[in-house]
């Protein structure tokens, strides 16, 4: 004989658990009761506000010659990456090669080849996991590079560059490396 669960069977409707209905009830009624929210999202208790060491450093007394400027938040300082550089079959050259460190960052990304590349290649550029590469792929007339331009107003940072190329008979390989962007003043 086979069993079968109660949910799988067709054709039976089950009757909602009595526990289930009251505590449902009890979520519902129980919530406005204490302080969760209200229907405009505020809290029905009152709470003494906390004020936090910035807000009593800003509101505190106004700046005199003699009293510290206010603090900064503070910024991470670069850390320079290295990457590894994964080359596909074909692969000639880069521009900017892998792990340059460069003051500012560059206008595109170029990748050059010694073979014919096939439609479908792409090239993407990221930065702390963020897209940064814009605008269409260009691939010249030679049909053995591709370029792709990248955002100016990112700046300093660790850019990854990852790629897919195709060839002419319809096989594929990917790739990528990276490099660093430190600007300086």
């Known amino acids: 004989m086979i069993e079968t669960s109660r949910s799988c069977v ?3 409707t089950r ?10 009830v009890l ?13 405009s999202g505020t809290s029905n208790l009152s709470k003494p506000k906390r004020e ?15 009293s510290p400027p206010p603090e900064r938040p503070e910024v991470k300082p670069f850390v320079r990456e290295f990457f590894k550089n994964n080359k596909t079959i074909h692969f000639l050259s880069s521009d900017p090669p892998n792990n340059a460190l460069l003051p500012h960052p ?4 170029t990748i050059r080849f010694t ?7 792409f090239i993407k550029v990221t930065v702390d996991g963020k897209l940064v590469s814009t605008g269409p792929m260009i691939l010249p007339v030679d049909n053995r590079s591709m370029s792709v331009r990248i955002n100016p107003y990112i700046g300093t940072g660790n850019y990854r560059v990852f790629y897919t190329v195709y060839w002419a008979d319809g096989s594929y390989c990917e790739g990528s490396f990276g490099f660093s962007v430190q600007e300086t003043g």
């Open 10 to 12: 067709k054709n039976k």
């Open 15 to 24: 009757k909602p658990d009595k526990y289930l209905l009251v505590l449902l």
């Open 27 to 39: 979520f519902i009624t129980c919530q406005p009761i204490a302080g969760c929210a209200t229907r």
């Open 52 to 66: 936090s060491k910035t807000e009593n450093k800003m509101e505190s007394a106004p700046l005199t010659e003699h």
């Open 106 to 109: 560059p206008e595109m990304v």
């Open 115 to 121: 073979s014919d590349l096939g439609s479908g290649s």
